[in-house]
């Protein structure tokens, strides 16, 4: 099991939809150029958006849902274009 920020960190099925291997989620959510609170879902838990780079420094999207003291992955994609101009503002912070 791995960890981000002290919890928990799960995959969800859905989250590896796109082939993105464990190893490249957990790079950018521990080390991501921006974190963005979502809207909550019908089910009040919080999703959070990590945009950043793996590893190799291929861009990607990660999306979790905080629930209890636990982060569960449930979307992770190589980086689309409606977010890039948020990615490429806090890559240059960096």
């Known amino acids: 099991?791995?960890?981000?920020?002290?919890?928990?960190?799960?995959?969800?099925?859905?989250?590896?939809k796109h082939r993105v291997g464990k190893a490249r989620i957990v790079d950018v959510m521990t080390n991501p150029y921006v974190i963005t609170e979502l809207e909550s879902t019908k089910g009040g838990?919080?999703?959070?958006?990590?945009?950043?780079?793996?590893?190799?420094?291929?861009?990607?999207e990660v999306v979790a849902i905080r629930q209890d003291d636990r982060c569960l992955v449930v979307h992770a994609m190589d980086l689309r274009k409606k977010f890039r101009a948020a990615y490429e503002e806090g890559r240059s912070d960096e």
């Open 1 to 16: 099991m791995v960890h981000y920020s002290g919890e928990e960190v799960q995959l969800t099925q859905a989250a590896r």
């Open 45 to 60: 838990d919080q999703r959070i958006m990590f945009l950043g780079d793996d590893h190799t420094g291929r861009a990607l």
